[in-house]
């Protein structure tokens, strides 16, 4: 019982592992993400400010769904849905798969 778990608990390890490669380029993603979104985001997704939320670490399907929907006009954000509309679809898969791959900064609460 205990091996056939363990067996069943690798497979899935190695599909989900597989899912995650099968996603955006990472290297093209972070050219495109401090071209096009560090100024406000973060060179890594840990933005400066607290004006602009922070991507590092976030689900990559997550900040996919953002984009499109900024880019569709589902979202409206004076300042997201035009740089949103100059991505393409994989720009927008790069940009996701790199930001979901970094490490979030600690956030620190002020006194």
């Known amino acids: 019982m205990?091996?056939?778990?363990?067996i069943a608990g690798a497979a899935l390890l190695t599909l989900a592992s597989m899912t995650v490669q099968a996603g955006?380029?990472?290297?093209a993603g972070e050219k495109k993400a401090k071209e096009v979104c560090g100024a406000c985001h973060g060179a890594d997704g840990n933005s400066?400010?607290?004006?602009?939320?922070?991507?590092?670490g976030q689900w990559e399907s997550y900040i996919l769904a953002a984009l499109?929907?900024?880019?569709?006009?589902g979202r409206k954000n004076a300042i997201m849905a035009p740089q949103a509309q100059?991505?393409?679809e994989q720009?927008?898969?790069d940009?996701?798969?790199f930001?979901?791959?970094q490490r979030p900064a600690l956030y620190v609460l002020p006194r």
């Open 68 to 73: 499109h929907q900024y880019k569709s006009g």
């Open 99 to 101: 930001y979901s791959q």
């Open 48 to 56: 400066p400010s607290g004006a602009f939320p922070r991507l590092a």
């Open 91 to 93: 720009d927008m898969l």
């Open 2 to 6: 205990n091996k056939n778990l363990t």
């Open 95 to 97: 940009v996701a798969t």
């Open 24 to 27: 955006g380029d990472y290297a």
């Open 86 to 88: 100059n991505l393409s």
